[in-house]
């Protein structure tokens, strides 16, 4: 199996935010579904230009095309922002995912563990917020059937993991459903045998589709 073809995760939500306060710095995690680096780059902009009066924003990114990972302490301490907010991303095993962790100064220093606790907090939070959801190669199937044999098509599709999508109600019973990759010979040995050789599944294309993990 290709990288290309691996099941990956996501954030579940395009967008979301948590903060919490530390020692009177205000600290709030955001984190978008990304696609590009130039999506990333732009949510970074953003958050600069929309609280620029913030003293901080500590950005981590990653992308599932070319693996590709970049991180900034935006002028906290090297190590204590960018990296740890990018291990928690890399910990919930996200892709696609951009987390900008905005930081308004209290007055009270807290030191270089306390910042990494920090951001990493912040980074957690936001993750929380979004939720995870796991992206699977599925196929997309169509099932023609006789429409004597329509309830026993019916009754084999939950047992291989079928989900129906469409049904059209012509000539024939033709189903369309979902599956995921890799179950077709195995629903089509149980259609086989249910309907006496006489009705099978033909794969029409395969796609990603998401499904909430967290």
């Excluded at 929309?50 to 981590?60: E, K, R």
């Excluded at 928690?88 to 563990?113: D, M, P």
């Excluded at 004597?148 to 599709?157: D, P, T």
Aim: glycine share 8%; with cysteine.
């Amino acid at each position: 199996m290709t990288a290309e073809e691996k099941d990956y995760k996501v954030p579940f939500s395009d967008y979301a935010e948590d903060s919490f306060v530390e020692k009177r710095s205000k600290f709030t995690g955001r984190l978008w579904r990304v696609e590009t680096a130039e999506e990333a780059v732009s949510k970074i902009r953003e958050m600069r230009e929309t609280y620029w009066d913030a003293t901080h924003h500590c950005y981590a990114y990653i992308l599932r095309e070319g693996n590709l990972m970049r991180y900034s302490d935006d002028g906290e301490p090297q190590g204590t922002a960018g990296m740890p907010m990018l291990d928690v991303l890399r910990h919930a095993g996200l892709v696609n995912v951009c987390c900008v962790v905005t930081r308004y100064f209290g007055g009270i220093l807290l030191g270089t563990g306390g910042l990494v606790r920090a951001y990493t907090k912040g980074a957690q939070l936001a993750v929380a917020a979004a939720g995870i959801q796991q992206m699977s190669r599925f196929a997309t199937l169509l099932i023609a059937c006789p429409y004597n044999l329509y309830g026993a098509v019916q009754q084999i599709l939950p047992a291989q993991d079928c989900t129906v999508e469409d049904v059209d109600y012509g000539a024939d019973v033709t189903l369309t459903v979902i599956q995921p990759v890799g179950r077709l010979d195995a629903l089509n040995a149980a259609l086989a045998e249910a309907t006496a050789g006489t009705v099978y599944a033909e794969q029409m294309e395969v796609t990603f589709r998401g499904r909430r993990v967290q």
